[in-house]
């Protein structure tokens, strides 16, 4: 460090308000990591932009487009096909997973938001 240098006079952050000791670039380590995330110390980020296919209201994830239009142009996809769900496996083939891989029914149950009682009846069931 040099002499004369704001590190070497005062070891406080330099943002207004915040007595911690600088961690670097004159910063405390709260500030420095906001630095160098936001490209501002106080960690104000900008708002993310829309994606830029038309009707499509999301945010954007790379490169202008949302991340299901970024994949889509990134493999040479139809852009403009309609939008596929996901199929999820129905709750009661999910609880019994859940128990053969060792869960307890306590722990099902806090999950799922149901009672034990109602787990093993669930489980029971599948299971024949």
Known sequence: MR????KYDDPICVVEGCEKTYYA????????????????????R????????????????????????????LYGKDMDAPLKRNKHIDRDKAIVLMYEHRYTLQSIGDILGITRERVRQIVKRERK
């Open 25 to 44: 670039r004159c910063y405390c380590r709260n500030h420095y990591s906001n630095f160098l995330r936001c490209g501002d110390p106080l960690g104000t």
């Open 46 to 73: 900008k708002p993310r932009a829309k994606c830029k296919h038309p009707n499509c209201d999301r945010l954007s994830h790379s490169k202008g487009y949302c991340a299901l239009h970024y994949a889509r142009n």
């Open 3 to 6: 002499k004369g240098s704001k």
